[in-house]
């Protein structure tokens, strides 16, 4: 009997993960679209950024640094696939002042339309051992890793929904997934990450918005160097058991996820009852709806 529901419970997953390709939202045509980069400058941003233009997007860098940032420019404008494209970049800190970063998009999407994709990839990260790393970490990581991602998509949000299209990304990590010795600071700060895009996928959701989070393993980045130089003895040695992945690879994979809206097998166990909680939402939506023209009529 126990053998026959278990039986029952993978066969039930399978199908589950078979049908959600057939459940997802049709793919974002990336040639022409406007696609905006946080953390862009270098890394995997940066190679996100590449593989973007090589596919006929328009796209606007932000980054703090701004020789890199024109650095970065000339690179991708070197994979351009006709005359039209465009490389923008904004020099502008996207965890410090909501305001500013909610200008720099609009400046943006004067200049290059609305954004039809935004990736958040601005992050750092520091380890240590938790008595050891001072409190002003702990909130340099939460406000660079997340509210760098918080703001940049509130920025974008109300378009996107007004419109009823667009892909939001936020690059989490592994970290972000299992938190490891030495990330005390950092993996709660990639941890607050999932929470946040798995509850802004549900909001979005009814408007044809689609919310995808990258888990990136260790890969050979600018910022993956400057992490080795604080890391303890135990988290170099965890770190040695996986191998350092490719930027470009990485972010081909990343942006593949993006424009299809891809399930992974374990995601797709809760298909069930995130199918469940959607109705609800959709069923709120309507009333609401309801609600407003009755008010009009009245």
């Given at each position: 009997?126990?053998?026959?529901?278990?039986?029952?419970?993978?066969?039930?997953?399978?199908?589950?993960?078979?049908?959600?390709?057939?459940i997802?939202?049709?793919?974002?045509?990336?040639?022409?679209?406007?696609?905006?980069?946080?953390?862009g400058?270098?890394?995997?941003?940066?190679?996100?950024?590449?593989?973007?233009?090589?596919?006929?997007a328009?796209?606007?860098?932000?980054?703090r640094?701004?020789?890199?940032?024109?650095?970065?420019?000339?690179e991708?404008?070197?994979?351009?696939?006709?005359?039209?494209?465009?490389?923008?970049?904004?020099?502008?800190?996207?965890?410090?002042?909501?305001?500013?970063?909610?200008?720099?998009?609009?400046?943006?999407?004067?200049?290059?339309?609305?954004?039809?994709?935004?990736?958040?990839?601005?992050?750092?990260?520091l380890?240590?051992?938790?008595?050891?790393?001072?409190?002003?970490?702990?909130?340099?990581?939460?406000?660079?890793?997340y509210?760098?991602?918080?703001y940049?998509?509130?920025?974008v949000?109300?378009?996107?929904?007004e419109?009823?299209?667009?892909?939001?990304?936020?690059?989490?990590?592994?970290?972000?997934?299992?938190?490891?010795?030495?990330?005390?600071?950092?993996?709660?700060?990639?941890?607050?990450?999932r929470?946040?895009?798995?509850?802004?996928?549900?909001?979005?959701?009814p408007?044809?918005?689609?919310?995808?989070?990258?888990?990136?393993?260790?890969?050979?980045?600018?910022?993956?160097?400057?992490?080795?130089?604080?890391?303890?003895?135990?988290?170099r040695?965890?770190?040695?058991?996986?191998?350092?992945?490719?930027?470009?690879?990485?972010?081909?994979?990343?942006?593949?996820?993006?424009?299809?809206v891809?399930?992974?097998?374990?995601?797709?166990?809760?298909?069930?009852?995130?199918?469940?909680?959607?109705?609800?939402?959709?069923?709120?939506?309507?009333?609401?709806?309801?609600?407003?023209?009755?008010?009009?009529?009245?």
């Amino acid at each position: 009997m126990l053998l026959l529901a278990a039986a029952f419970l993978v066969a039930f997953v399978l199908l589950l993960y078979m049908v959600s390709p057939l459940i997802s939202p049709k793919p974002l045509a990336l040639p022409g679209a406007h696609v905006v980069v946080t953390g862009g400058s270098s890394g995997i941003g940066k190679c996100i950024a590449i593989e973007c233009y090589k596919q006929g997007a328009f796209i606007t860098l932000v980054a703090r640094n701004e020789e890199k940032l024109l650095q970065a420019k000339k690179e991708i404008e070197k994979h351009s696939i006709n005359d039209k494209q465009v490389v923008l970049c904004i020099s502008v800190d996207v965890s410090q002042d909501y305001s500013q970063v909610e200008n720099v998009i609009k400046q943006a999407q004067e200049k290059l339309g609305p954004v039809d994709m935004l990736v958040n990839c601005a992050g750092m990260s520091l380890s240590g051992k938790f008595e050891d790393l001072e409190v002003s970490t702990f909130e340099r990581l939460m406000s660079v890793n997340y509210l760098g991602s918080v703001y940049p998509s509130r920025a974008v949000i109300t378009t996107m929904k007004e419109r009823r299209v667009g892909r939001i990304v936020f690059v989490s990590s592994q970290a972000g997934q299992l938190g490891l010795f030495g990330f005390t600071a950092y993996s709660s700060s990639k941890f607050a990450i999932r929470g946040l895009a798995e509850a802004l996928q549900m909001e979005v959701k009814p408007y044809n918005v689609y919310v995808t989070v990258a888990y990136p393993p260790d890969t050979d980045t600018p910022g993956f160097a400057e992490e080795n130089k604080t890391k303890p003895l135990e988290t170099r040695l965890i770190s040695e058991t996986t191998s350092v992945c490719k930027p470009e690879q990485v972010a081909k994979q990343i942006v593949k996820d993006a424009i299809v809206v891809t399930m992974g097998l374990f995601r797709t166990i809760a298909l069930f009852y995130l199918g469940s909680f959607d109705s609800i939402v959709r069923r709120c939506m309507m009333q609401r709806a309801r609600s407003e023209i009755a008010d009009k009529t009245a």
